[in-house]
């Protein structure tokens, strides 16, 4: 007996109906992204291995523990499925010399992966969403980005999302504040777990990001970072702030706020929430301004975030946001297989003009509902009897949620007349239609509901 195949652990089926949710959030999305004028962008899943290393940085979890990395059999290269999609974007932009003829605002869309735990909202192939503005130096840009996420909560109606700032100043700030980090911990090595001390002196400021309950005294005594910032910076985020105050968008200083990935300076920030447990962030970003440099493009600034999608979606659930989705305008009652023709046109006619057709046809896959349990083979009295009753299709379209109900009997066709018959208002009410004259009562049948809004 073989063996029964089954995705692989964390990652995971998305089938309808949970599908429609990534659907409508998708569409808000796209239109909060045109509103601030960022154009979309697909990199591919497979990047080279050392894109990774290097943008990510050899010492973070992501590149030492994360990472579904292997080697390929016709060339011998060592690939990764992405983990992240900022260092394909950078990678992209400097390949096709994006930002030859100025700066580009940019947002993605898809799936990475990560080898970890699976947990909620955590999963080993999960989806981001993220933005991107190359070439853009000042502080309103860093806002800018802020204020769109701070508009997608609100589109999707989240309330329960606080957004946290920091600054982690530029690279030679940091290297005081690092060596000073250093000295601090050394004096308390005794303190530390098995990743402090493992990160002591290769990143000792993602010491500052554990989530170890035993550390979190130690931490919290740490230098902070803010008092080793110049003036430069320190204007940097005042800027940004300014931006955000005059929004009316609230926010907290969190000095110990810092990014997974080595590639930020100066501003960073997330949106966090407490509806998720210890899956708390669901956005997070900040300017890596040096990071198309260090990937072997001319230096330019840049500023991103990117939204965990899983994430965004648990929230949408538990706080019931997530709109009904809404059936076809019109289910095609066909009781005779004699006319398909003709029935198919009209319904194509119908489809052309925006409205959304589900026309009735035997199953046969044997699940509860359906009117058959083997293939039709034969015409006839067979297929009458395969394609169902007038009440079992009627039960059907109702079930489908349409609207309407468009009756394609023999007695109707042979007038060259269709029956509309209404499924939701005024349920019953029926009228006959002249087929050829469908052009002029095709866009009565359009319901215009909230599945219209997610096209």
């Known amino acids: 007996m073989s063996q029964k195949l089954t995705a692989v652990k964390g990652m995971n089926d998305l089938l309808p109906p949970d599908s429609n949710a990534w659907v409508w959030l998708e569409s808000v999305v796209q239109k909060v992204m045109r509103?601030?004028?960022?154009?979309?962008?697909?990199?591919?899943?497979?990047e080279p291995t050392a894109l990774f290393v290097r943008g990510l940085g050899e010492v973070t979890d992501i590149v030492e523990k994360e990472m579904y990395s292997f080697e390929d059999r016709l060339n011998h290269e060592q690939l990764t499925l992405r983990p992240e999609a900022t260092a394909g974007v950078v990678r992209a932009t400097i390949e096709h010399n994006m930002l030859y003829d100025g700066g580009k605002r940019l947002y993605y869309m898809g799936p990475m992966f990560r080898h970890e735990r699976p947990q909620r909202g955590r999963y080993r192939q999960f989806h981001q969403i993220g933005a991107e503005a190359l070439g853009f130096a000042l502080p309103d840009v860093d806002a800018e980005l802020i204020l769109m996420a701070h508009t997608l909560w609100k589109e999707l109606g989240l309330k329960n999302v606080k957004l946290e700032l920091n600054s982690l100043g530029e690279p030679e700030e940091r290297l005081k504040h690092r060596q000073a980090l250093i000295a601090y911990f050394e004096s308390h090595s005794a303190l530390l777990d098995e990743d402090a001390k493992r990160r002591l002196h290769s990143n000792p400021l993602?010491?500052?990001?554990?989530?170890?309950?035993?550390?979190?005294?130690?931490?919290?005594?740490?230098?902070?970072?803010?008092?080793?910032?110049?003036?430069?910076?320190?204007?940097?985020?005042?800027?940004?702030?300014?931006i955000l105050d005059a929004n009316w968008v609230e926010y907290s200083l969190n000095a110990r706020l810092v990014r997974g990935m080595d590639y930020y300076n100066l501003t960073v920030f997330e949106f966090i929430t407490d509806q998720l447990g210890s899956q708390g962030t669901i956005c997070g970003g900040g300017r890596y301004d040096y990071l198309i440099a260090q990937m072997g493009g001319k230096p330019a600034p840049a500023v991103g975030w990117a939204m965990g999608v899983e994430r965004v979606i648990e929230l949408l659930?538990?706080?019931?946001?997530i709109p009904k989705v809404q059936g076809p305008d019109v289910f095609a009652v066909v009781p005779e297989s004699e006319n398909l023709e003709v029935v198919m046109q009209v319904l194509q006619t119908l489809r052309s003009k925006g409205i959304s057709v589900q026309m009735h046809s035997p199953s046969a896959?044997?699940?509860?509902?359906?009117t058959v349990t083997a293939p039709i083979?034969?015409?006839?009295?067979?297929?009458?009897?395969?394609?169902?009753?007038m009440k079992s299709q009627f039960k059907r379209a109702d079930a489908s949620g349409a609207s309407f109900a468009l009756v394609f009997g023999a007695a109707e066709?042979?007038?060259?007349?269709?029956?509309?018959?209404?499924?939701?208002?005024?349920?019953?009410?029926?009228?006959?239609?002249?087929i050829s004259q469908i052009d002029g009562w095709a866009s009565s049948l359009q319901s215009g509901g909230e599945m219209k809004d997610w096209e």
Not at 377 to 389: P, W, Y
Not at 417 to 426: A, C, F, H, N, Y
């Open 35 to 46: 509103r601030f004028a960022y154009s979309n962008i697909r990199t591919p899943i497979v």
């Open 206 to 242: 993602r010491i500052l990001d554990t989530k170890n309950p035993a550390m979190q005294d130690l931490v919290n005594a740490a230098p902070n970072l803010m008092d080793f910032l110049g003036e430069k910076s320190k204007s940097h985020l005042k800027g940004v702030c300014s």
């Open 317 to 321: 659930k538990d706080a019931n946001l």
């Open 365 to 370: 896959s044997g699940n509860p509902g359906s």
């Open 377 to 389: 083979t034969g015409n006839g009295g067979d297929e009458k009897a395969a394609r169902g009753s």
């Open 413 to 434: 066709l042979s007038k060259g007349v269709v029956t509309v018959k209404s499924l939701r208002d005024g349920v019953g009410a029926q009228r006959e239609e002249s």
